[in-house]
Every structure is written in structure tokens, then in C-alpha cells.
């Protein structure tokens, strides 16, 4: 049966979540509210913290639902040198004139907490310290899963036909899949998928991530901050094959897997993060991934429910993804291990 109402103990304690809230957002929690943009920054600023890839890239506040990408891309070298005597000096316009914006989309982040639960939390005197920190790391991992697996904005999602959130919003992959079908490498000699391995289109990780590297433009190819993303499948035989070597010796273990982030293929530094697709590799520089959220559009709600014997909390806000610069991403899918 069903907890119908929260005990003393929790009662006191999911109060003062309330009083908590409402004094960060100065509002009356029993309604629905807008969050300041000010605040929504913070509270955007927090999430972010939870997850060191969303750290790396760009987490940026805009004021329209639609429009031109917010950071600065430049296209080419700014640097010559005029004959003055006979030529007027001339400002080269290098921006990125692509004419492809951003769109954000209503995203709802909402959670249902049981009675239960709250009751098993309220021992800790920091209880609302720690139910926040749990829905913004969901939350900043939910972000990661959309941006590497979203293909749609459906006006209505399906978590059992997408649980990888493919139907909450258009992720980077799809984004260069629609606007850079040409830096996306998608099949080899056989239809429909690479293979990787002795026979294969590519003889080993280095080939494949040196072939994604090309079909990013000359002009970033040698910037200095390009960085390989690669899938855990693909890095499992390189990892494997270190541990089998040092089998039995743990320090040893515990540095391969912090040398994992510095290891080179292709000549790339080379990472793995949350969620990337495991047979996938991406090409790009971190500051050239953005996540656009909307900073006068976050709401939120907290009530409680005896009638499903939970507390809900929801959270809505406009958001979407953003590639800055479309000529420095590349990336392989569909990589099979031969």
C-alpha cells in the first residue's frame, strides 16, 4: 500500500525545501513561477557544475526563441599587411555567415518524489541540499543524452519508443547529419556501417580518427584545440589490451584510467563522455558545442500530491543545441568492430 502522507519528520523536512526555495527565488512556491534571469542563470550555472563536459563547452543564456548563433566564429586568417601609398587598408569580414541560427524548444525537466523516499532523506540534515544536487545531475545528464541522441522536437515525447531522449530535442549529431551530411561519415566499402579492425576499412583507431580529422576544414584542421570524442566500444580493445598487461597491479589500473582523457589517436587528444553513442566518433573543439537556454523562460512548480503519494517538482524552460562553426565538426556512426 501506498505511503499517503509524508511523516512529521519529513513533513519538517520537505518545509523547509519550500521555505529553501522560496527564499532563493523570492516567491511563493504553492504556484507556479518564473524564475528571474538572473536566478535561472545560477540555477543554469549549477546544473552545469554537475557534469565536467557541460563545463567544456558553452552553456548560454539567450533572450529569443529563435535567432543567430551568440559566440563569435571566425572563418579565416585576419592578418596581412597594405601598401598604403597606393591601396586603402581593408577590413576582411571573416565571420561565420552560414545563415543557420538556433531554435529552442519547450524542455520539461519534471520529478515525482515519492512520500517514501523523502521519509527514508529526512535523517539528513542537509536534505535539500541533496535532493537539488540529484535533480540537477539528472538533469545535466539528461542534457548530454539529448545533445549526442536527440533527432526530433516531438510536441509530445515517448520515453518508451525513445529512452535515449532522441524525441526532446535535435542533438549536435543530427544537427551535422541535416546541415553537413558531407562530414559525416556514415559506411565504408559495405552499406551501411565502417568497420574497424585487420580487413576492415580501417585498420585501427588512429586511421579512423586521423580520416575524421580531414573533412574538417583547413582552416581549423590546425588550430591547436581540436579534440577527438570517441565511442567506449571503440577505445574497449585499446583499454583491454593495457589491462591485460598490468593485470593484478591496481595503482596501475587507476592510471591508465586517468590517462584515458590524455591519450592521442589520430594525433587528437582524445575523450570519452557521458552517453556518447559507443560506435560513434566526433571531431571538434569543445568551445564549438553549445547548449541555448532561454533565461526568461524557466518555470517552476513544487506541490504536494497525496493522491499519488509524492511530492512533484516541475521544471520547464526553452532550450536547444547549437554546432558554432559547422566547417570544424566531423564525425563517424555506425563503426563496427571486425
Not at 64 to 90: C, H, Y
Not at 228 to 244: H, Q, R
Request: overall charge negative; charged content about 25%; glycine content about 6%.
Amino acid at each position: 500500500m501506498s505511503q499517503q502522507s509524508l511523516s512529521n519528520r519529513a513533513a519538517l523536512q520537505y518545509t523547509a525545501l519550500c521555505v529553501a526555495i522560496a527564499a532563493t527565488y523570492n516567491v511563493d512556491v504553492s504556484r507556479q513561477f518564473n524564475v528571474e534571469p538572473s536566478i535561472a542563470q545560477e540555477l543554469n550555472d549549477k546544473i552545469t557544475e554537475r557534469a565536467d563536459f557541460l563545463e567544456r563547452i558553452n552553456v548560454v543564456p539567450v533572450t529569443e526563441i529563435k535567432g543567430e548563433k551568440v559566440m563569435l566564429g571566425v572563418t579565416g586568417p585576419v592578418t596581412s599587411r597594405t601598401n598604403t601609398k597606393t591601396t586603402d587598408r581593408e577590413a576582411k569580414d571573416v565571420s561565420d555567415l552560414n545563415g543557420l541560427g538556433y531554435e529552442l524548444f519547450h524542455t520539461e525537466s519534471d520529478v515525482g518524489l515519492p512520500f517514501a523516499k523523502i521519509d527514508s532523506w529526512a535523517k539528513f540534515p542537509d536534505f535539500a541540499d541533496r535532493y537539488s544536487a540529484a535533480v540537477q545531475k539528472q538533469i545535466a545528464l539528461d542534457r548530454i543524452m539529448i545533445g549526442w541522441h536527440g533527432v526530433s522536437a516531438a510536441p509530445q515525447t515517448n520515453l518508451a519508443t525513445s529512452p535515449m531522449l532522441q524525441d526532446v530535442n535535435k542533438g549536435w549529431l543530427q544537427i551535422a547529419r541535416e546541415q553537413i551530411p558531407e562530414q559525416v561519415l556514415e559506411e565504408g566499402a559495405t552499406a551501411g556501417k565502417i568497420t574497424l579492425g585487420t580487413g576492415g576499412d580501417y585498420e585501427n583507431l588512429d586511421a579512423l580518427v586521423h580520416d575524421v580529422k580531414q573533412m574538417v576544414s583547413s582552416v581549423f584542421r590546425d588550430g591547436g584545440d581540436l579534440i577527438a570524442i570517441v565511442g567506449s566500444d571503440l577505445l574497449a580493445a585499446d583499454k583491454a589490451k593495457l589491462y591485460s598487461n598490468q593485470a593484478g597491479k591496481p595503482t596501475e589500473k587507476e592510471r591508465i584510467e586517468s590517462a584515458q582523457v590524455i591519450a592521442t589517436y589520430g594525433g587528437l587528444p582524445t575523450f570519452t563522455v557521458p552517453h556518447f553513442p559507443v560506435n560513434a566518433v566526433v571531431v571538434t573543439s569543445w568551445d564549438n558545442l553549445s547548449i541555448y537556454f532561454q533565461d526568461s523562460s524557466w518555470r517552476r512548480h513544487l506541490i504536494e500530491n497525496p493522491k499519488r503519494s509524492r511530492v512533484e517538482d516541475y521544471n520547464g524552460r526553452n532550450e536547444g543545441y547549437v554546432i558554432e562553426q559547422l566547417e570544424k565538426f566531423a564525425a563517424a556512426e555506425n563503426v563496427e568492430l571486425v
